[in-house]
């Protein structure tokens, strides 16, 4: 193989393919992609499923379940408990390879008809309603965590404990409103901050305390607008505003992020500890290219969201890999290609929503089993020989090292966090070639608007936890439980006045503004840099490192 540029076979743009990127496709003998690596990152990112959380039935027993998962899956769905258990083998549905037909379409067949689980996660406790979070306890419509207590309404938080609405948070406590904020407690509506008690609206801000609106700061205390006070002072002027009203932390919402727009000052990216390595929000990496939201992870190509990766190419949601490619959402994993929602598997190639296998090629709900193809069991020489004719007629036909197709995804698009990552309307991702999940808006009576909602927690008596509300942008309905009113009272906060899932989305918004490598100049000496703020951000002042650690620190 040799470096070239090509053409993406989706958004038609030109992408290079580097020297380095060489070896990795050699040792996994895969082709060499024919997407960009952002429609790459669009294609698998459309296999994860953000989907709307409701009530159904297992297909096994008949249980009472919670899954994201849409009623439009084809296949049937059982309690995670149920899917692992001995009531039913996967391998009855086991069937030849027809070498007359694409191998693909023999997958998907077969992917329709075996068995999937309701839900992501182990080892929780009260967690019926998530998706995606392990080992933690007492949460509450919230999708992609672990080691968690006492959370509600979040997404993808670690080690955190009596919070609400957060967005990629590591250990915070009693923290409200945060997206990418890290070891800090009592934190509200605030953005890329760590270490901080005791405050509201920061954004880049480390070490801080009792500071009010700022950015920037450095191990500070009592600052309002970055202006510095005393305690009495900060204690007094921090009652002139009304932080139990929505209308007032609405109005101050916009401010800050006027604040951000013009007066933060932004580094080139947010890497932390990232040795050798391109790519935004790295955290502790090495050796890393293109690669975005990774944490721990070295020599990884391509990668997004992902946790302990080593040599992975071209994979989303990684956690403790080793030499795989292409794969989305594949855990503890080592040598695999292609693989999509697995868990300790090696070795192993196109597999679903497979767990502890190894040796295994195009195979579905698989548990503890070697040498098997298409569901059906063979002997190690009959394994390897049937493997090497598969993969020959694969290669003939242009299918082999391309992923599973979009049409296989559990939902559409819309329901994915390609949308939340790379939101698209639905004519452009039907032209993507993926699904879009038809939503029907339901219909509800005695129910009120989120509009219509009082203003501050002091005027909502007791009885709102027998209301549904109505969202007025998703015309969705939700509810305010006990537990989270006794936290909104406890810390002044107003109810919510729009839908959990609206929130996240509009939370995670300047993430979607944020992994597109941009050329520009530093706003102070005036070289030329490469950063990833996107110019619908508005950021004025990005900086090369140098100048921002003048500026900062």
Not at 152 to 167: E, F
Request: aromatic share 14%.
């Amino acid at each position: 193989m040799q470096p070239e540029t090509k053409q993406c076979e989706k958004c038609k743009k030109d992408f290079d393919i580097l020297a380095d990127d060489i070896p990795f496709y050699e040792k996994m003998d895969l082709p060499l992609p024919a997407m960009c690596p952002t429609c790459r990152f669009k294609y698998l990112l459309a296999f994860w499923t953000f989907g709307r959380f409701r009530i159904a039935k297992s297909a096994l027993s008949g249980k009472t379940i919670i899954t994201v998962l849409p009623e439009s899956v084809p296949f049937p769905i059982y309690d995670r408990a149920e899917f692992v258990s001995d009531d039913w083998d996967p391998l009855t549905y086991g069937k030849d390879y027809d070498a007359s037909r694409p191998f693909m379409d023999q997958l998907v067949e077969l992917q329709s008809k075996v068995p999937h689980p309701h839900q992501c996660g182990v080892k929780n406790l009260n967690c019926d309603w998530t998706d995606d979070v392990w080992e933690s306890k007492d949460v509450y419509l919230s999708r992609s965590g672990a080691w968690c207590e006492s959370i509600n309404y979040s997404y993808r938080m670690v080690s955190s404990k009596n919070c609400t609405d957060l967005t990629y948070c590591w250990e915070l406590e009693y923290c409200y409103d945060c997206l990418y904020c890290f070891k800090s407690y009592n934190l509200k509506y605030s953005f890329n901050s760590r270490d901080c008690m005791d405050s509201l609206f920061l954004y880049d801000c480390r070490n801080c305390q009792n500071c009010f609106m700022c950015w920037n700061l450095r191990n500070q205390k009592y600052c309002i607008l970055n202006q510095q006070y005393s305690k009495e002072e900060y204690e007094k002027k921090i009652q002139e505003y009304n932080l139990k009203s929505r209308k007032e932390i609405e109005e101050l919402r916009k401010e800050f992020w006027q604040h951000i727009r013009q007066d933060a000052v932004h580094r080139e990216n947010c890497d932390v500890k990232a040795v050798n390595s391109v790519g935004n929000f790295l955290n502790n990496d090495k050796n890393c290219y293109q690669c975005h939201f990774i944490e721990n992870s070295e020599n990884s190509r391509y990668t997004l969201r992902g946790w302990g990766g080593n040599e992975d190419i071209d994979v989303i949601g990684p956690y403790n890999t080793e030499k795989c490619g292409t794969c989305s959402m594949d855990q503890y994993g080592y040598g695999n290609v292609c693989n999509l929602y697995t868990t300790s598997c090696r070795y192993s190639v196109y597999l679903d929503n497979c767990e502890e296998s190894e040796y295994c090629f195009g195979c579905v709900g698989l548990r503890k089993k070697k040498y098997c193809i298409l569901n059906k069991q063979y002997t190690e020489e009959e394994y390897k020989n049937l493997v090497e004719k598969i993969k020959s007629d694969m290669k003939n036909r242009g299918e082999w090292g391309k992923f599973w197709p979009l049409s296989s995804a559990y939902a559409g698009y819309n329901l994915s966090l390609a949308q939340m990552q790379y939101p698209m309307a639905k004519d452009e991702a039907v032209q993507f070639g993926a699904k879009w999940e038809e939503i029907i808006e339901p219909h509800y009576e005695n129910i009120v608007s989120g509009d219509d909602l009082p203003d501050t927690i002091g005027e909502v008596g007791d009885e709102i936890v027998k209301q549904r509300i109505l969202c007025p942008e998703t015309k969705l309905s939700y509810n305010i439980t006990k537990e989270e009113l006794q936290f909104y009272r406890e810390y002044g906060i107003p109810l919510p006045s729009r839908h959990f899932d609206w929130r996240t989305l509009e939370r995670f918004k300047p993430f979607s503004q944020m992994v597109t490598l941009q050329k520009g100049t530093c706003h102070y000496c005036k070289k030329e840099i490469e950063h990833y703020y996107s110019p619908e951000l508005g950021f004025e002042k990005i900086a090369c490192l140098e100048c921002y650690q003048r500026e900062v620190a």
